[in-house]
């Protein structure tokens, strides 16, 4: 068996499907890695309403690294043993940056808040793929900067969901110097937080809870926004279907997600 003592898990194109699911070979070795007293934790960019459905399912599941980073959540105590807000500064900045492009706001701490949208509209924001989820776990709200400053939250990451990827790379030029993190995401999206707040933050934290160090951790990803926690783990696992800058900075390459490439990272390098 490996010295490697946890495996941290990115969602969407990594642990879930294209169809956005768990497959029963990536539980069944999650579960065989439980049992062998090794710890599980997902690393994700979304909320924890936003990933409780599939984190029910993930039998001796103990964390999540959720929102970017920005929070450690105990999913077996159910609560939060680790967080980073974002200043009203910050959220101001993203206020007058995000208005500077048609776009699509998303706020996410311990809930998840979202501009209320039309019909055609998570189309138009190349999100549509997240509509059930939504649905089921996202609060709509008709004016959300509204929302937020009559009664100003700690909120820990903001989306800005753009039409195109011209819109995006325009807004992400406009946060240099800000000092707020805006990473890609998802087709045409920023996941924006607070200074220094990254993946790789939060699995610091969730190390500095653990008394483990990150030389003892293995994190599976597929996407720019794990880019720093893939450098922080001791191992970094690229999904087959990661972008290639991704594999480049990775140590090893699995299947991708809908052939149980978690489940080969389980089986080859922490089992």
């Given amino acids: 068996m490996s010295n490697y003592k946890l495996i941290a898990l990115d969602m969407d194109g990594t642990l879930l499907n294209s169809r956005k699911e768990i497959t029963e070979g990536n539980l069944l070795a999650l579960e065989k890695a439980a049992k062998a007293g090794k710890i599980i934790?997902?690393?994700?960019?979304?909320?924890?309403?936003?990933?409780m459905d599939h984190a029910r399912r993930i039998k001796g599941l103990k964390y999540a690294v959720c929102v970017n980073g920005a929070i450690v959540y105990d999913v077996e105590a159910g609560r939060t043993v680790a967080s980073h807000t974002m200043t009203e500064e910050q959220v101001?900045?993203?206020?007058?940056?995000?208005?500077?492009?048609?776009?699509?706001?998303?706020?996410?701490d311990e809930g998840s808040t979202i501009q209320a949208y039309r019909d055609g509209d998570l189309k138009r924001f190349n999100m549509d793929h997240y509509g059930k989820l939504f649905e089921q776990a996202v609060t709509q709200v008709e004016d959300i900067w509204e929302h937020y400053w009559s009664n100003p939250y700690p909120v820990k990451k903001i989306n800005i969901y753009h039409t195109d990827t011209k819109a995006r790379e325009r807004n992400k030029a406009r946060f240099a110097g800000t000092g707020i993190e805006a990473v890609y995401s998802e087709i045409t999206s920023l996941e924006c937080s607070g200074s220094g707040v990254t993946k790789g933050r939060g699995l610091l934290d969730l190390c500095d809870i653990l008394n483990i160090s990150a030389d003892e951790v293995i994190m599976v990803g597929d996407s720019d926004n794990d880019l720093d926690c893939l450098k922080t783990a001791g191992l970094a696992v690229a999904m087959g279907n990661a972008?290639?800058?991704?594999k480049a900075a990775c140590d090893v390459v699995v299947a991708d997600c809908d052939h149980d490439g978690v489940a080969e990272a389980v089986e080859k390098y922490l089992l």
């Fill in 243 to 246: 972008k290639d800058n991704v």
């Fill in 92 to 108: 101001r900045t993203l206020m007058e940056i995000s208005k500077q492009e048609d776009t699509l706001v998303h706020f996410l």
């Fill in 41 to 51: 934790a997902l690393c994700t960019g979304r909320s924890v309403p936003e990933l």
